[in-house]
């Protein structure tokens, strides 16, 4: 599997807080994208980046905002986080477009 | 985008028989790709299919893209335990719903 670390791995916070999460890749991939994942509904893309400085929104990035000020790093941030944004998010690379994405670990993220 | 959806949504099967999942789409596909995830686990990079009409093989896997480049299917052969998961296909960043496969011993 490609070098892709995600963190925190579990992280239970309150409705309304702010929330990070990490996306960290050793692969110099252009591509990272972020997504979540609930039953019946598959993998939604939130954001993805294709270039440092350059994200653009996915079908679900409502309440996420996103950064990327290196290469390796890919920031997914809930500006208030409500209980809707329990999920597992799963962060992913590419090294181009059409190629195949390496999944990190996930991050159960779980909103009370 | 390229949005694909995935039929079944859960397929239950004995040990030994076949399984087949499939993914649609409404519009033209430049590719599509499969992945597996394992329960717990994340998905991992099967394959991907960019010819029309093209069919490629895994061992007991056999990858198929539609000939109009609008579907693509899984199928597995004499079905194992090991091969428990859920499959999903994807057009570009757009993921299917998945097709979670349980195998009975």
């Known amino acids: 599997d490609a070098g892709i670390t995600q963190s925190p791995r579990h992280k239970v916070t309150e409705t309304g807080t702010p929330v990070t999460l990490r996306c960290h890749q050793t692969?110099?991939?252009?591509?990272m994208y972020w997504y979540r994942q609930d039953p019946g509904h598959g993998l939604r893309l939130i954001h993805y980046?294709?270039?440092?400085?350059?994200?653009d929104k996915g079908e679900v990035s409502d309440g996420y905002s996103v950064s990327r000020s290196k290469t390796e790093d890919f920031l997914l941030t809930l500006e208030s986080a409500t209980s809707s944004q329990t999920s597992v998010y799963f962060c992913?690379?590419?090294?181009?477009?059409?190629?195949?994405?390496?999944f990190g670990q996930g991050t159960r993220l779980t909103v009370v | 985008g390229q949005q694909v959806m995935q039929i079944p949504q859960y397929q239950h099967v004995q040990e030994g028989e076949d399984f087949t999942t499939y993914c649609n789409s409404s519009?033209?596909?430049?590719?599509i790709q499969w992945y597996k995830q394992r329960p717990g686990g994340h998905p991992v990079f099967l394959i991907q299919?960019?010819?029309?009409?093209e069919v490629k093989k895994q061992k007991r896997l056999t990858f198929q893209f539609g000939e109009a480049k609008k579907n693509s299917s899984l199928h597995i052969t004499a079905t194992q335990t090991t091969d428990v998961g859920t499959y999903f296909c994807?057009?570009?960043?757009?993921f299917g719903t998945g097709t979670s496969l349980t195998v009975i011993p």
């Open positions: 992913a690379t590419g090294s181009g477009q059409y190629t195949e994405a390496f």
């Open positions: 692969e110099n991939h252009r591509y």
């Open positions: 980046s294709y270039g440092v400085k350059d994200t």
């Open positions: 519009t033209t596909l430049s590719n």
């Open positions: 299919l960019v010819k029309s009409g």
């Open positions: 994807a057009a570009v960043v757009n």
